[in-house]
């Protein structure tokens, strides 16, 4: 192993600081663990770019609006440190929760109109507990860029919202979504997908890229773009969606017509488990 | 003029990026301007302890409730320059709030509990702006340390809230309010005084005293404690209190008993011009 696990923060900006003298470039990879190649993506750029890499580990209690999501959510250590490891990173920060919260949080982070529709409406505090651990990590990190997955698109605007708005000196970089053959998004949480959910949970994107074509063709009508979608969910019952929608791709609020480049973004249950993800579609395309 | 004065985030980060080369220590103070010897005295605390120091001068709108309390804020540039001048400042960050807010914002800092009550309960989401606000400018300087005044005594919890629960690498250092011979807290706002008023505004520091000898002679009973006050402000009919409050002196909650050492603040009117000031007080204490 020559990646470094740290579990403390008073460690870790030490080692932070050891690694800044002589104006090395510092990179960050915030994540949840139970990694998977999407991380493993978001890792590679940030070992083209930055001279010292930190992945973060942590499991962050303040974003999960449903509990047995928290306690469900996959928990993969060994695994992850090793996957870090392979993949050249320098530390890893696995604090506990007790060394992140050591006392109720009385200072959190909220964001507004950008964190109030989507996935902002369907998981309320969510995106409170996102922008306050992301708004801790980066001050605890202090990198120079911090790189996030495209597949949580809407949280990559509330944390760009967050380092504008509250000055933060880092840069975001953000990585395409990467997918399955078939075209599902990564996600820790497809781990907890049955062979048959598995075989399903493809629908979404598959609605998706429907809508895309859709906007890309020149439909302009969101009605009519979101009819094509919901007819791919149609064939797909064991998907329940929960959301499909056609947003600013920096506002992330909906539109009602489409006038320039709009993400899709939808959310569907399989089972016990709530699958997201996204695209951007460009009006004239193809 | 030895005081570099900064109008720009850009600018005002590469000079103290250049301070930082060599270990040198940064020390920020930060005001709204209109200085007078209580900022003095943060600024020597500063000048002592750091290698660099910033003082930051900007009236922010966010975290003031009251329109017409922004506008008549004392707006004293020229002679806040030459006032840090001559205190040692190496640098003066003067934004406009364009420059501190160039759209609108959308991330704020929301401090629950150490919010609730006092200030935070008669300025609803007076502490909102100011979390929000020190948060961006420690973010924008990045000091080792940050200099306070004991004047604003709730303000102090709030900010170190915000820097233990979102991380921010600097140390708070609370310095001691500085008072007029007959005991007034200096303040911006008694600029605003008339003669007359003037005269009048020591009742509110005349009430803190007298409860705070209550507390010391070994009343617990706050209602009585606030009896002693309420008597002084009988006195002084020209001061209209707002509040009277006997709390917890880090978490600003009021207390019914006085079981160990208190935080004494009040809020008074004189005329247009409110007016706070606080004292501690320790049981026994003579």
Same mark, same amino acid.
């Given at each position: 192993?020559?990646?470094?696990?740290?579990?403390?923060?008073?460690?870790?900006?030490?080692?932070?600081?050891?690694?800044?003298?002589?104006?090395?470039?510092?990179?960050?990879?915030?994540?949840?663990?139970?990694?998977?190649?999407?991380?493993?993506?978001?890792?590679?750029?940030?070992?083209a770019?930055?001279?010292?890499?930190? =992945?973060?580990?942590? =499991?962050?209690?303040?974003?999960?609006?449903?509990?047995?999501?928290?306690?469900?959510?996959?928990?993969?250590?060994?695994?992850?440190?090793?996957?870090?490891?392979?993949?050249?990173?320098?530390?890893?920060?696995?604090?506990?929760a007790?060394?992140?919260?050591?006392?109720?949080?009385?200072?959190?982070?909220?964001?507004?109109?950008?964190?109030?529709?989507?996935?902002?409406?369907?998981?309320?505090?969510?995106f409170?507990?996102?922008?306050?651990?992301?708004?801790?990590?980066?001050? *605890?990190?202090?990198?120079?860029?911090?790189?996030?997955?495209?597949?949580?698109?809407?949280?990559?605007?509330?944390?760009?919202?967050?380092?504008?708005?509250?000055?933060?000196?880092?840069?975001?970089?953000?990585?395409?979504?990467?997918?399955?053959?078939?075209?599902?998004?990564?996600?820790?949480?497809?781990?907890?997908?049955?062979?048959?959910?598995?075989?399903?949970?493809?629908?979404?994107?598959?609605?998706?890229?429907?809508?895309?074509?859709?906007?890309?063709?020149?439909?302009?009508?969101?009605?009519?773009?979101?009819?094509?979608?919901?007819?791919?969910?149609?064939?797909?019952?064991?998907?329940?969606?929960?959301?499909?929608?056609?947003a600013?791709?920096?506002?992330?609020?909906?539109?009602?017509?489409?006038?320039?480049?709009?993400?899709l973004?939808?959310?569907?249950?399989?089972?016990?488990?709530?699958? *997201?993800?996204?695209?951007?579609? *460009?009006?004239?395309?193809?």
């Amino acid at each position: 192993m020559n990646a470094v696990t740290i579990r403390t923060i008073s460690e870790l900006r030490r080692a932070v600081g050891e690694a800044r003298r002589g104006d090395r470039t510092i990179g960050c990879v915030p994540t949840m663990g139970a990694l998977h190649a999407g991380h493993g993506s978001l890792m590679g750029r940030a070992r083209a770019e930055c001279d010292f890499v930190v =992945v973060t580990l942590f =499991v962050n209690p303040a974003q999960f609006n449903d509990v047995s999501d928290y306690e469900r959510y996959p928990r993969t250590l060994d695994a992850d440190l090793a996957f870090s490891d392979a993949r050249g990173v320098d530390a890893v920060f696995a604090p506990s929760a007790e060394e992140m919260y050591p006392r109720e949080q009385q200072a959190f982070v909220d964001v507004g109109e950008v964190a109030e529709f989507m996935e902002g409406r369907f998981r309320p505090g969510h995106f409170r507990g996102v922008a306050t651990v992301v708004a801790k990590l980066l001050n *605890i990190v202090a990198p120079d860029k911090a790189y996030f997955g495209e597949k949580d698109a809407q949280q990559i605007a509330v944390v760009r919202r967050v380092v504008t708005d509250l000055n933060l000196p880092v840069e975001i970089v953000e990585v395409a979504t990467v997918r399955e053959p078939d075209g599902l998004a990564l996600s820790s949480r497809n781990a907890r997908l049955s062979p048959e959910q598995r075989q399903m949970a493809v629908a979404l994107f598959e609605a998706l890229s429907v809508a895309r074509r859709c906007v890309e063709a020149g439909e302009r009508d969101t009605a009519t773009i979101k009819r094509c979608a919901a007819e791919v969910f149609l064939r797909f019952p064991a998907l329940r969606p929960e959301y499909f929608e056609i947003a600013d791709p920096e506002r992330f609020v909906p539109v009602n017509r489409v006038d320039g480049p709009v993400r899709l973004a939808g959310a569907a249950w399989v089972g016990q488990v709530r699958l *997201i993800d996204n695209v951007l579609a *460009i009006p004239g395309a193809r």
